[in-house]
């Protein structure tokens, strides 16, 4: 196996430490828009709205990152990481690269 375990473990991390501080920053965006009609007309409260759902969207798509990392670590402990989960060749170093939680090689993705 060509792949260097221990960058691997610091490019999770780093993921890791850059999803939980996105989330945290974006945290305000994700509150219930209140209704004060004195303060935010219709429409901007449609946007609100709208921003608010994007908001949303991008953390169910962080947590689901944050999960692809477990998953990663866990191959890792178990000697899998960098092999595909469906054909079981190796995974190119420059897909793991890219992305640290690959569990499928190019062809198989």
């Given at each position: ?27 305000g965006a994700r509150a219930t828009v209140e ?75």
């Amino acid at each position: 196996m060509v792949t260097d375990l221990e960058k691997a473990r610091q490019r999770l991390a780093a993921k890791r430490d850059e999803l939980e501080e996105l989330s945290r920053i974006s945290q305000g965006a994700r509150a219930t828009v209140e209704l004060d009609q004195q303060s935010v007309g219709r429409l901007s409260r449609m946007d609100a709205m709208q921003q608010q759902a994007m908001a949303e969207a991008q953390e169910r798509n962080r947590k689901r990152d944050l999960i692809r990392i477990e998953q990663a670590e866990r191959r890792i402990r178990e000697g899998e990481y960098g092999y595909c989960s469906e054909c079981g060749e190796e995974i190119a170093d420059g897909r793991l690269a890219i992305d640290p939680m690959a569990e499928k090689c190019v062809n198989c993705a």
